[in-house]
Each structure stands twice: as C-alpha cells, then as structure tokens.
C-alpha cells in the first residue's frame, strides 16, 4: 500500500503535462514555446527549466522552477487542465495520496497572468471571481481522476506564511470555509527570508483559528529550513501534522514531545538531499543513518512524501525506492501511513497491514 501523504499540486505539473496544456490553451510564454524556432518546446527541453540541477542551500532555486511552471496558469480551465493531468500522474504511482493546494498563490498567479495588479483586485473579487472557480476547477479534476481511477485521493488546502495580504486572505478564507466538506484540513507551507524561516504572523494565526472550526485537521511546515525550535513552537498549536520536522532529530526533547503526542512526520528524503544539504548530512552522521530510519528508533510516527516531484526530479515510486534503500521499517511505515491516512478521512483503507 503506497500512500503519498506529503504533494503539492504547484509542484506536480510534469513537463509533459505543462507542454502538452500550453498547446492545448497557445501559451507562448517563452517558457514553453521557442520563438526563434516557431515551436513548443519539447519536454525534455522543458525538463531542465524546470528541475533543480543539484542541492543547494539556496531556496530561491527551488522557487524559481515553481514560478516558471505558473506560467501555465493563464485561466481557470487551464488550472484545470494541469490539475487533471497531476492527479492522474500521482494516481498512476500511489494507491492513495493526499494533494496540498496553495490556493492563494495559484489565484494571485492567475490575476497576474491576466495582466492586473492583483494587490489592486478588491479582497472579495480576488476571492469570488478567481478563487473560488480555481478551487472548483481543481475538484472537479480531483472527481474526475477519481472516478476514472478509483485511486482515492485527498485535497488540503495550503496557505503560505508569506501572508501578502491580510483583507485577501480572510476574503479567501471565508470562502474556502463554505467548500470544507470537499477538503480534509489545512497545511501551512511557503518560505520566508531571513534569520527565521519558518515563523507565523500573529493574524494569520487568528486566520487559521477560525478555519480550524470546519478543517481541524491541521499540518504545518516546519523542522526542515529552521531547526527544532521551530518544530517545538509548531507542537503549541497542535497540528496532527508536520512537514518534514526532520531536525526535530537535533533535540532529544523534541523527538519525546512527538512520539508522546503522537504527531505524524510528513517526510521527504528527496526535498531533504536538495534543500538542507549540509544539514542532512550533519544528521546522518550523528544518528547513522537516513533522518527517516533514525525517527522510526525515536518512535516518532512517520509517512513518506514525494513534496514537489517535479523541480525536484524525482516521483513517490523513486521515494519508496529510496526509503528501502536507506533501510527504512517499511512495514512500520506503511503501518503509519494507514493509521494517518484514517486521521484523515475517517476510513481504513482495504488489505491486511503487514504484520
Ligand atoms: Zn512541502
């Protein structure tokens, strides 16, 4: 049972998918099509625009594929279209999978796509007239993929601790809470500049309070960028959730506060290699082996995730891979995964856990 429970869907659109809807909508951003040429780039061209060549401690690398890949969101079909496209490629690999949907960005995006400031669009407006046809157009994808696959298949709404625009979010946050029984809970995502990476504005917190009220089940990133105290901070607000928290590992501490609480580890060993290098590598020096393995021996409940597969190059069938690779429980794993998919949705999933 293959569950990817940590994806966004900004980091999902494929190469092919994106070259394949630029056709589809004559998106001549240069991107996707070579001018000097008179043609759609290949794939494979595309690829490497879009990809992170290497680690880096520099997160504006990875962010820059993700801002090359928006450049397909130039209308709510072609959101669409990418959204159909992603939950078919994750449904191809997964046996279930959760997808996190960074509806501000997406929304922003698309407004200035269209050439406006979007600043400038009244909170109301930017979340009547662009965000909510966004997020109906990706569940309409969603139920697509579904009944076509019969993969199941969850979607998280994600908002960015960048917090552009307090009138905006509240605007987008009432909305979002009309449309809760479609979604399974909240994620908090994105990086910040500066010494603390991974910090929370006070209103966004009071936001998020009153979201909490139809969509309790709450994740956040953290431990990943920022070190333990961030992830010890996190614990306060009582997520069932963190992304990533692999430097939890740097404080015994905080590795007892997880396994007493019982709160699940979203892992990623891929978007670790590539983001905290350095960081990784201190880890796996001082506890022997890969952050995952080392969580399982603190007794911290962990599920694996593929993050964003596409600028990082990789797909949850290579994460499993690399998971086994590393000498990860692969049946504690998959015992962790049925228990935090069941959190989730309120359903055990079929098939025996291995014993
Ligand atoms: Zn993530």
């Known amino acids: 049972m ?15 998918a994106l070259v394949a809807v630029a056709r589809e909508f004559s998106i ?7 001018a000097a040429a008179q043609r759609f780039r290949t794939p494979a061209e595309l690829t490497t625009q879009i990809t992170m060549s290497g680690p880096t401690a520099d997160p504006a ?9 928006r450049a397909a969101y130039v209308s709510v079909p072609a959101i669409g279209a990418l959204a159909t496209h992603a939950f078919r490629e994750a449904a191809a690999e997964t046996d279930g999978f959760e997808m ?13 796509q269209q050439h406006q400031r979007w600043r400038e669009v009244p909170p109301l407006v930017f979340a009547e007239q662009y965000a909510r046809p966004i997020l109906l157009a990706v569940l309409a994808a969603r139920d697509l993929v579904f009944a076509e696959t019969g993969v199941p298949m969850v979607l998280r709404l994600g908002l960015s601790r960048t917090f552009e625009s307090e009138p905006h979010y509240r605007a987008l946050a009432a909305m979002v809470r009309e449309h809760a029984s479609a979604l399974v809970g909240l994620d908090i995502l994105g990086i910040v ?12 917190l009071e936001i998020l309070e009153l979201m909490r009220r139809d969509l309790p089940d709450l994740t956040i990133h953290a431990g990943e960028l920022a070190g333990p105290q961030s992830v010890n901070r996190t614990l306060e607000l009582g997520p069932r959730g963190i992304g990533h928290g692999v430097r939890s590992l740097e404080d ?17 060993p891929t978007s670790n290699r590539l983001l905290i290098p350095a960081e990784l590598a201190a880890l796996e020096r ?20 593929s993050d964003d597969p596409t600028p990082m190059g990789t797909s949850f069938s290579a994460e499993v891979e690399l998971a086994r690779h590393l000498g990860v429980d692969m049946a504690r794993l998959e015992r962790d995964s049925r228990r935090r998919w069941t959190q989730i949705t309120g359903q055990v999933l079929p098939g025996a856990p291995a014993a």
């Open 2 to 16: 293959q569950l990817d429970l940590h994806r966004h869907l900004e980091g999902s659109h494929s190469a092919s």
């Open 28 to 34: 001549f951003d240069p991107v996707f099509y070579d």
């Open 61 to 69: 690398v990875f962010y820059d594929c993700i801002v090359k890949a």
């Open 100 to 112: 996190r949907l960074s509806l501000f960005s997406m929304t922003r995006t698309l407004i200035e």
């Open 193 to 204: 500049a500066g010494d603390d990476r991974e910090p929370l504005p006070e209103a966004l």
């Open 252 to 268: 015994p501490r905080t590795l007892e506060r997880l396994a007493r609480e019982g709160v699940t580890l979203e892992v990623c």
């Open 286 to 305: 001082v506890h022997g082996g890969t952050p995952l393995r080392a969580l399982q021996q603190h007794h911290v409940h962990c599920v694996l995730g």
